[in-house]
């Protein structure tokens, strides 16, 4: 074993602090240090996408990441995007339009979409599929997490109008 | 999967990598976007006992152009070459290969200089860097030197740079005339099956020079300067085609591997060279 080190970062919002081994990954941090179970360990090789977090502004997949390298940084989980009560538009979506099925990689796809949308706030059917082509899914054939992307790109952008 | 213990250091400047590199030698290793390294490790098939984080080290994240070259910092990443404007203008054919590198969220974390100083065969920027004639900067504790990407690669994860230097950026020379970065891979995200970069300079109605470099058909990246002279003198057709093809399949030494037998990746590796020579020559 190698000796722990002290890391600080921000997560949702919130200041943690503890003491790790270099070789703990983020993932497991999250999951298993933070309680913060949104993000999913799919493949843990960093193909699937069903880790991914956000990290001061980019999608990173957690299970490529080790928590020492993100001191200092604010990230971001599907729990801090929305809430039961409170759901993000993209939330809605796929739930309106059938994302999901199993549900798995449903946190990785809906933070990396975000992000998506951050870029691209208006994107195509091409761009969503290029952009969202680091996270996997083996239920619904991407058509209507497709079509989820785009109606929740609707709704945010008919939104941001309505507020100018 | 959880990699073997190691140390971990973030030195804040080069003179801290390097007293690392020097203290701990063959059992230290520098991170960039670990996108390549930490998988490795995680199938510790990387040992690393004292691994140095680059990423507080200053100096290495621009992207400077100038009359006649470009220099990138080793810490840019993928995507900032995609998304920076001025070197679409310069050097498109750059952008055209990142955005064929796995997907985006690797792409935010994998750095150029991971990319080309890592010395796996299934990269695609050392290829690409053969075919610019792209010159590498590495900088030990006896100072800098440059290497050129043609002569950088001596075998799978084997190069001209020694344990204790840092790669810190790679310059082009502006280049010139049509562009093509063309890859056959299985899946998004799969390293090539085969892929070739192609810059071809027109003149007249005719070929004036022309560079390509094959990528994952050897243990290295593999420059064909006989497969470019071929083109040179003629009119890119048919005739000029096969010759290429016939003298990149006489550099190139692939092997049987998941993605297939020796066959099979010599016909995909002349495929997508016409593809790539029909496209930068269609721009150029
Ligand atoms: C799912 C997936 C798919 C991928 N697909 C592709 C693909 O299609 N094509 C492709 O080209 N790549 C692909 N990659 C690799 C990716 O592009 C890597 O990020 C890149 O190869 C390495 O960059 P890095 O900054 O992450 O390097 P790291 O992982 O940090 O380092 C890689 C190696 O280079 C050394 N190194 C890093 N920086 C320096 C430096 N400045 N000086 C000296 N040595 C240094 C390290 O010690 C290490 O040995 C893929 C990766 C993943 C996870």
Redo the contacts with the bound molecule.
Sequence with gaps: MSKKMHVKLKVNGKEEEFLAEPRELLIYTLRERLNITGPHIGCET??CGACTVTIDGKSVKSC?MFAVQAEGSEITTIEGIGNPDDLHPLQTAFKEHHGLQCGYCTPGMITRATKLLEETPNPTEEEIRFGMAGNLCRCTGYQNIVKSIQAAAAEMNAAKEAAE | MIPAAFEYYRPKDMAGVLSLLEKHGDDA???????????MMKLRMADVPHLID?QDVGGMSDIEISGDSIKIG?LVT?TKIIDHAGLAEAAPILSEAALQ???PQ?RY???V???V??G?P????PGLMQCLNAIFTVIGTDGERQIAARDFYEGAYATA?EDDE???AVIIPMPKGGYAYEKQ?RKI????TAAAAVQIVSGGGACVSASIAMTNLSDVPVFSADAGAALVGTSVDEAALKAAVTAMLGDIDPTEDNRGPVAFKNHVAGIILRRAIARAWSRA
């Design positions: 960093s193909h490529t | 290793r520098v991170m960039a976007g670990g996108h390549s390294l930490i998988p680059l080793a993928q590198i796995a997907d690797v974390m994998g750095t200089g991971g990319n100083a890592n796996d299934g990269n695609d920027m740079r840092v790669l810190t891979k995200g799969d390293y090539a």
